[in-house]
T-cell receptor, first 114, second 114 residues
Framework: DAGVIQSPRHEVTEMGQEVTLRCKPI?????LFWYRQTMMRGLELLIYFNNNVPIDDSGMPEDRFSAKMPNASFSTLKIQPSEPRDSAVYFCASKAGGASYEQYFGPGTRLTVT | AQSVTQLGSHVSVSEGALVLLRCNYS??????LFWYVQYPNQGLQLLLKYTSAATLVKGINGFEAEFKKSETSFHLTKPSAHMSDAAEYFC????????????FGSGTRLLVRP
């Protein structure tokens, strides 16, 4: 099993540019999560999908952030326009259905907005 | 609201010494509990989990944790630290009123001295 795959691993962009982060969950998992990790705020849940449907997006910071999951094997997190305060490591995680509670994390995308 | 407290943002031990990382949760109902490890520039990896079976849980890399309801604690231990254990460790709780959320502690960075 390849685990959760994220791309790119590193992204450096200028303020005002659009950024798209990508995630491929573990095959067979039906839940997907996007997290943001910063020194100041730790790990924050941004959005949760179940069976490709957004269930909880209460952690999305503002309208500049959007996430989609067009199918069971792909999700994107988009920031438009990006700002320096968006600099962080963004993690995608997936979870199997049923009584499974553990989430499996990808390697993360380190985003730097200058 | 559920919360997780990790005492000590940094813990330093000598190689071969006991590792003890503390985690306390706040919940009126025993939740599911997890420990994750994050190595530099990597995603979070599940170390072990408690899901209301045995109170002493064994995980990977020689780590174990004991659920103590009376103390609302789930401390992580390892009898003998290895240099490769140097990483950041996160305790997380899955509230019983949620089938998907993980609430993470602020993390403890473990330093292992030669």
């Amino acid at each position: 099993d390849a685990g959760v795959i994220q791309s790119p691993r590193h992204e450096v962009t200028e303020m005002g540019q659009e950024v798209t982060l990508r995630c491929k969950p573990i095959s067979g998992h039906n839940s997907l999560f996007w997290y943001r990790q910063t020194m100041m705020r730790g790990l924050e849940l941004l959005i949760y999908f179940n069976n490709n449907v957004p269930i909880d997006d209460s952690g999305m910071p503002e309208d500049r952030f959007s996430a989609k999951m067009p199918n069971a094997s792909f999700s994107t997190l988009k920031i438009q326009p990006s700002e320096p305060r968006d600099s962080a490591v963004y993690f995608c995680a997936s979870k199997a259905g049923g009584a499974s509670y553990e989430q499996y994390f990808g390697p993360g995308t380190r985003l730097t907005v200058t | 609201a559920q919360s997780v407290t990790q005492l000590g943002s940094h813990v330093s031990v000598s190689e071969g010494a006991l590792v003890l990382l503390r985690c306390n949760y706040s919940s009126s109902v025993p939740p599911y509990l997890f420990w994750y490890v994050q190595y530099p520039n990597q995603g979070l990896q599940l170390l072990l989990k408690y899901t209301s079976a045995a109170t002493l849980v064994k995980g990977i890399n020689g780590f174990e944790a004991e659920f103590k309801k009376s103390e609302t604690s789930f401390h992580l231990t390892k009898p003998s630290a290895h240099m490769s254990d140097a990483a950041e460790y996160f305790c997380a709780v899955n509230p019983m009123d949620s089938s998907y959320k993980l609430i993470f502690g602020s993390g403890t960075r473990l330093l292992v001295r030669p």
